[in-house]
Structure formats: C-alpha cells, structure tokens
C-alpha cells in the first residue's frame, strides 16, 4: 500500500517537474526550481558581494530565479543593464510592490510609488531639484557650509584616530534637512538626533531576517509582530517629523520666495487646488521627504566612508589630489561646484570610487508591468526586475581594469576628464535617481573640501584598511579608524 503511495507521488512529482519545464522553456535560463523554495537554495542563504556577478558567469547576462513564488529576473554587465533600463523603460517602470512597501505606503510619495501619482510627484520633484539643485540660488551655499561643519567636526580630533562614520551621517542627514525643511540641525539637538537614530533603525531593519521573513509570509507578522510594528513605529515617527516641518512652513508661509521643497509643494499644492486629479496634497508631502531620507542619506553616506577608506589606503593617489587642488585652487578661501571642470584628477577619483566600491546590491528593484520579451526570453507580468548596476561598474567588457582601484577609467592620454557610458551609479531611464545632481555636487563639495583641509592617514601600525564590504542591501564598509591630519594653512 505504501509502496503504491510512494510511487504514485513521484509520478505526480515527476508531472508537476515536467510541466512546470515545458511552460518555462522560453523563460531565461536560471538553477532549477523547487518546489516553496523555488531557486534560491543556489544562491544559499547568505548573499555576498559577487553573488549576482557568479549567477550571470553560470546563466549569462540574463537569468531567472525564483524566491518561493516569486520570479526574479537578473540583468547583468552593462548592455543587458542598459537595454533593460533604456530599450524596456517602459515595461520596467514600475516599482516593485512588496507586503512591507504596502504596510508602509507605497502609493504615496516618489520612490516606492507607481502610476498617476508617480508621475505627477516625479515630474515635480523633477523640477524642483532642478531649481534647488545647482548655482548660488539653490542649496549649493548650504552643501558648502555643511562640508565647513564637518571640517571642524573632524578638526576637533586632532589628528588622532577616529571613526569618521558618524560626523558623515549627520552631516549628509543635514542636506536632506536643508533641501526639505530649508534649514540645518546642531547635532545635539534632540529631535535631529531622534531623526538620525530612526534613519539607523530602518537601515538596519531593512536588512533583518525579520523583514524578509515578513516579505515572504506576511502572516508571519500575527505571531512575531514586535520587529515588524517597531519599524512602522519609526517610519511614522519620520513622517510625523515632516508634517510638524510642514506646519511650520504654513505658519510662515508667502513672506518669502520660495526656498525649499515644502515651499514648492506648497505653492503647487495652492495652484492645483481645483484640479481633480491632483496628487498634491500634505500627505503626498510628507511621504516625498521621507524618500529623500531613505533615498538620499545611506547612499551618500556610505560614499563618502568608502572615499576616505580608499584616499588613506593609496597615498599616493590622494597626494595627487592634494596637488591638483592646491595648483588650481591656491590659497583662494572659496571654491564651488563650477571649478570641478578644472580639476579632472580629482572629478576621476570621485567616479573611480563610486565604481570601486558602489554601495547598492540590489538597487531599488522595479517590476515587469507587461509580458516582455527580451533577447527571445519570455519576461511574464510582474516578475521583479533587478538591473545589476553594480554588474555594469565592473564589467570586464568595458572596464581596463575593473578589480581595480584605478581613476585613470576616467582619464585620457592628456590627463582629461572622460565620461564612459557604463559609469551607471544612478541607474537609467524613468526612474533614474532623482537626486543624481544633488549627489554629484555633495559628493564634489565635501570630497574637496576634507581634502583640501586634511592629508588622511593610517593610524600607526595599521598597514591598510579592509576593504573587503560588509554585505546587506547596501554594500558598506567595515568600521575603521583614520586619523586627519589637518594640511598647512598656506594650503
Ligand atoms: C551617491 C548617492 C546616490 C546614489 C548612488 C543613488 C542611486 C540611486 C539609484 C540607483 C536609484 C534607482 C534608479 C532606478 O530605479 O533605476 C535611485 C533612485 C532615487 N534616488 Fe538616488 N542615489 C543617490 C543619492 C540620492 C540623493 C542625494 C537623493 C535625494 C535627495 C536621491 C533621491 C532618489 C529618489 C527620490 C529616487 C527614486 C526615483 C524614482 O523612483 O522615480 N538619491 N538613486
Ligand atoms: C535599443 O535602443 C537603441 C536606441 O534606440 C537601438 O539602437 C538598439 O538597437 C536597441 N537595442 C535593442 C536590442 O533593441
Ligand atoms: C494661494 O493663491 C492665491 C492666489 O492665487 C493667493 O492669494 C494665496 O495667498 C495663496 N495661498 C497660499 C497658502 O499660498
Ligand atoms: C483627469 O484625468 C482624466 C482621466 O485621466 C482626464 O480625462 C481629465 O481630462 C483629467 N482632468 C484634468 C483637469 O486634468
Ligand atoms: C496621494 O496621492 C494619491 C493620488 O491622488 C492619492 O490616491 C492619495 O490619496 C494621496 N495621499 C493622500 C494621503 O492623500
Ligand atoms: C546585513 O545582514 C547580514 C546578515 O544578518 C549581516 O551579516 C550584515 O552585517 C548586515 N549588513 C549591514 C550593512 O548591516
């Protein structure tokens, strides 16, 4: 009786295999799929730096993967990334919806949004970043001061070993400040360190075992809710800070141009008062300024740790640093976004450790809106798109020496600056980041001014630092110690 079971339920299994083979033959070639687990058992339980990389060696630049029931599909090495995110920019475009995003919010805001509200509070953020982004008008002054405070924060450690971590938290924390609520915070103050320290515990959520059991079963939440209801605790904690902002703002509202993103808003909020189907609305608000907390802080962030790590790891690079910045600069006391034209060396660093150690594994997955067919593969409806940036950044095929900290990719015969196609930190297309201005003059602004302030150095007995990331979504260093040692003043 047994046996009669037994055999019968591998014939079934057999069936199920067979069947599940034949409707997936035109689907990208991807480690076969289990059944509940599905394919992920290939990839293992702990994801490291080069595990998408491996897939694409084993499967080519387009393959599939199943989480449970969930199809993903891995675009890899910069012309699939590319024709993925330009050619399918359409069918791409939206968002990946997960049962978090959904308990949080998602169809407010811009960047976990889709459809009519995406596109309305894109193509305005859109046009307010731009009128915020650059030039003296906009909040060039405020990323400059921002960078003097973080000079005199590092000042202050005389040389000696620190952990510069924390200082560039606060201080990357502070521009998002200004771009939204038009002002800075002290570091001590009690409700920016409450912001920082929710922006902390989201980061880390992010990337818990909890929040991924909670993505693959929900109603796990019913018996193990505390993780879960403290994150949204924190995320509403984070939007409760920008309507507190906003009221402020209304208080005051109309005695001055406008200066920041709430004075925008709500100037747009007033001209489409009587417009059905405006998505403009205080709520709307509040959930765009957080994107630009999750979006905007972390990334940079982590940018800049990795700068640091990199110019006290090749002294000699950021000697030649030092000396194209005091050539072109001299002793003038003011420098701003503009001169980065004069300073190509410097420009090829910044893109040369953005690609080194680019800080996202996964970017900000979208999902197939139709069925697709890319390069003869059936794409079906809904599958999550991951378009592997970090793939495009090392791809051998376009990259000299792409295991390699080298800024000479961005660099010519003559020394001149070169832009290059596969430098695609800010990802392509629709939903390409929306702050990739603002970033790039962050990162220009601070870089050169801790540069110019400070040689960084090893501490003593320290050979190198380790640059092997640790590994979540994001790909972070691992905490270090350098020490700043502040450059004459004749500098
Ligand atoms: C080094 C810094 C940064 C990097 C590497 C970065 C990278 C990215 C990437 C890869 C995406 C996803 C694009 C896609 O889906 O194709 C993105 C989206 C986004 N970024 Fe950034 N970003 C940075 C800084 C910022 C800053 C400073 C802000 C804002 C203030 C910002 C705001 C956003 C927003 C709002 C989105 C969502 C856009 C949408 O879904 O339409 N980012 N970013
Ligand atoms: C992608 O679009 C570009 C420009 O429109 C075109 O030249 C190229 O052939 C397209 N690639 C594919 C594979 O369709
Ligand atoms: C809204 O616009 C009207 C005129 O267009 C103006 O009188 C009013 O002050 C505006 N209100 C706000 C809150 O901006
Ligand atoms: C609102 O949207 C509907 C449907 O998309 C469109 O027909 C209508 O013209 C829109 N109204 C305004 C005022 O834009
Ligand atoms: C944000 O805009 C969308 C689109 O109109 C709307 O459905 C949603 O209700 C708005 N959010 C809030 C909280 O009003
Ligand atoms: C993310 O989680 C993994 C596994 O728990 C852990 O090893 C890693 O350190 C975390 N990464 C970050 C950046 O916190």
Redesign the pocket.
């Known amino acids: 009786m047994l046996g009669i079971l037994i055999a019968l339920l591998t014939c079934l299994l057999m069936l199920h295999f067979l069947r599940q083979h034949w409707s997936h033959r035109s689907y990208p070639p991807g480690p076969l799929r289990l059944p509940i687990i599905g394919s992920i058992w290939r990839i293992g339980v702990k994801v490291h730096k080069d595990t998408l990389i491996e897939l694409a060696k084993q499967y080519g630049s387009i393959s599939m993967l199943w989480l449970g029931q969930m199809p993903i599909v891995v675009l890899s090495g910069y012309e699939a990334v590319k024709e993925g995110l330009i050619n399918h920019s359409e069918d791409f475009a939206e968002r990946l919806s997960t049962p978090f995003l959904k308990a949080v919010g998602q169809?407010?805001g811009i960047a976990f949004s889709n459809g009519?509200?995406w596109k309305?509070q894109r193509r305005f953020g859109i046009t307010t970043m731009r009128k915020l982004g650059l030039g003296k008008k906009g909040m060039e002054p405020q990323i400059e001061e921002e960078a003097h405070q973080l000079v005199e924060a590092f000042a202050l450690e005389k040389g000696q070993p620190f952990d510069p971590a924390m200082p560039i938290s606060n201080s990357i924390a502070n521009v998002i400040c200004a771009l939204a609520f038009g002002q800075r915070f002290p570091v001590e103050d009690k409700e920016f360190i409450k912001l920082i320290e929710i922006s902390d515990h989201l980061t880390k959520f992010l990337n818990s075992s909890s929040h991924i059991l909670y993505e693959l079963f929900p109603w796990i939440v019913k018996h193990h809710p505390g993780p879960y209801k403290k994150a949204i605790s924190k995320v509403e904690a984070m939007l409760t800070f920008a309507r507190n902002e906003i009221n402020k703002h209304k208080e005051h509202h109309a005695v001055h141009e406008p200066l920041d993103f709430i004075d925008f808003y709500l100037l747009q909020m007033n001209k489409s008062k009587n417009d059905p189907?405006?998505?403009f609305?205080e709520?709307?608000l509040s959930?765009c300024i957080f994107d630009f907390f999750v979006a905007g802080t972390e990334t940079t962030a982590l940018t800049l740790r990795w700068a640091l790590l990199l110019m006290a790891n090749h002294p000699d690079i950021q000697e030649k640093v030092h000396k194209e910045i005091e050539d072109v600069l001299g002793s003038s006391q003011e420098f701003h976004y503009q001169d980065q034209k004069k300073l190509p060396y410097t420009k090829a660093v910044i893109h040369e450790i953005m690609r080194f150690k680019y800080i996202s594994l996964f970017g900000f997955p979208r999902q197939c809106s139709q069925v697709v067919n890319m390069r003869g593969f059936l794409i079906p409806k809904g599958t999550v798109i991951i378009a592997d940036l970090r793939s495009a950044l090392l791809d051998p095929k376009q990259w000299e020496t792409p295991e390699e900290f080298n800024p000479n990719h961005f660099l010519d015969k003559g020394g001149n600056f070169v832009e290059r196609e596969a430098f695609l930190p800010f990802g392509a297309g629709t939903r390409v980041c929306l702050g990739e201005q603002m970033a790039r003059v962050e990162l220009f602004i601070f870089f050169a001014n801790l540069l110019r302030a400070f040689t960084f150095q090893l501490p003593e007995g320290v050979k190198e630092l380790n640059t092997d990331p640790i590994v979540g979504g994001s790909v972070a260093p691992r905490p270090y110690k350098l020490c700043a040692v502040p450059r004459s003043s004749s500098s």
Do not use: G, V
């Open positions: 169809e407010w009519h509200t309305q189907n405006s998505t609305n709520e709307n959930y």
